[in-house]
């Protein structure tokens, strides 16, 4: 996963959380930061991680977990996309 990934849910609504930045340790262990926007698209936030406060706002992401679990939303490994 790289900046600029999103992960995707469809529906009505559906929602995306695109990969604002990344950051890697010494020991290559990567966080991510998440963002979104809501209609009408005209702001872009930065999305808290509520379930590791210890290092919220960046979140550690695993593609093939059974769920990734955002503030708001749960994604399924099917919800990635990567171009």
């Known amino acids: 996963m790289?900046?600029?990934d999103i992960l995707i849910t469809s529906g009505s609504p559906g929602h995306v959380v695109f990969i604002a930045?990344?950051?890697k340790n010494k020991d290559g262990k990567k966080l991510f930061l998440l963002s979104?926007?809501?209609?009408?698209?005209?702001t872009i936030n930065l999305i808290s991680n509520p379930s590791h406060k210890d290092i919220s706002p960046w979140y550690n992401l695993?593609?093939?977990a059974q769920g990734t679990k955002t503030a708001r939303y749960i994604f399924?490994?099917?919800n990635f996309r990567s171009f």
């Open 21 to 23: 930045g990344a950051c």
């Open 2 to 4: 790289k900046t600029g």
């Open 62 to 64: 695993d593609v093939s």
């Open 76 to 78: 399924k490994p099917s």
């Open 36 to 42: 979104e926007g809501f209609t009408p698209a005209q």
